[in-house]
């Protein structure tokens, strides 16, 4: 019996390509019709999504009773309906498949700010004597990540090679990361924090990470630290946030993720933090923007999949205990 593999998007032909060598039955369900979409989901074993807003899980989840394996597109499964999607089903992400473009997108955050890019300032004696677009240097600063995964590395590559930075890391465990200097645990986050010149946040959003910089951490922050987000809004509380900007200008934001309200990210966000000159905003562009990114990434998650129809382990196993 093939295995049945159900997409909730149309698949590049690339990755149609490389499930054709398998004994497998793929039904992509933006090209079945209401009848053959009914019949696919009660069939499906694997089942491929975003499952955001092209396809509701929760609601969807009863009417696959054959289900053993869910693939996301994305990297980030804080979306999933977790408390509903039975424990015998393994979830995996697709972790890694963006990390190369987003710590791109961070260092260009990070470059923007640090120059005083952010503002449009013509006259240089304005320019350059203004705390909030004064450039400042990058060259062998002290970087910290937290998040020590596949964005966080790259992000700390980057910095290793491109600038000579002094890297430090933050995970939940404190065990050592190629191209980190030093890596620390999350509950030791306060002591390090005084010593970053540059700050970037690529933590996934689950139990352990929503709100875990807040008002206590901001203002531990030294004077003139540079810190961007690529890794979720919620990471940050949005308020804190908005109040110690507002206070200190010479910290300099950067974010391309954004708080959820009612289950979506808000763009702008309900506080007024885009009207601050020294707050930087992109519109969640980092990861998927480009065409090639986002076919890349599905081929990946294929890929994945194709480990498990293999009787092999895939990658990314997504532990639920971190979101219930």
């Known amino acids: 019996m093939p295995t049945v593999i159900v997409s909730t998007i149309e698949l590049p032909e690339r990755a149609r390509e490389l499930l054709r060598g398998y004994d497998v039955a793929l039904y992509e369900l933006p090209r079945l019709g209401k ?4 019949s696919a989901l009660s069939r499906a074993e694997v089942l491929m ?24 597109f994305s990297a980030g499964v804080d979306h999933l309906p977790f ?14 498949a963006y990390s190369v473009p987003v710590a791109e997108h961070a260092w260009a955050m990070i470059l923007t700010l640090a120059k005083g890019l952010h503002r449009q300032v013509l006259n240089a004696r304005e320019y ?12 062998e600063s002290t970087l910290l990540v937290l998040g020590t995964g596949s964005i966080g590395l790259e992000i700390a ?7 000579r930075t002094h890297n430090i890391g ?3 465990s404190g065990r050592p990361v190629e191209y980190f200097d030093e890596v620390y645990p999350t509950n030791q986050l306060l002591d390090v924090l005084p010593r970053a010149d540059i700050v970037a946040i690529a933590l996934p959003l689950n139990k352990y990470t929503k709100g875990l910089v807040g008002e206590r951490e901001l203002r531990a922050l030294k004077h003139g630290a540079i810190v961007v987000n690529v ?24 974010t391309d ?50 480990m498990y129809i293999r009787g092999e382990t895939p990658m990314n196993r997504v532990d639920r205990n971190d979101y219930v």
């Open 128 to 139: 350059l004597g203004n705390e909030i677009t004064s450039p400042r240097r990058v060259i």
């Open 157 to 163: 590559r980057i910095g290793k090679e491109g600038f």
């Open 257 to 306: 993720v954004w708080w959820i309200y009612d289950g979506h990210e808000e763009i702008p966000p309900r506080t007024p933090l885009t009207a601050l000159p020294n707050f930087l905003g992109t519109p969640h562009i980092a990861g998927g923007a480009q065409r090639d990114i986002a076919e890349y990434a599905m081929v990946r998650a294929v890929e994945n999949v194709i």
């Open 35 to 38: 009848e053959e979409w009914t």
């Open 83 to 96: 408390p509903v999607i039975p424990s015998n089903i393994e979830i995996y992400s697709n972790a890694g």
């Open 170 to 172: 933050i995970n939940r």
């Open 49 to 72: 999504c975003w499952c955001g807003r092209e396809f509701d899980l929760a609601s969807s989840i009863n009417s696959m009773p054959s289900l053993r394996v869910i693939q996301t």
């Open 231 to 254: 890794g979720r809004g919620d990471v940050v509380k949005e308020e804190d946030l908005y109040e110690v900007l507002k206070e200190r200008l010479d910290i300099r934001f950067g």
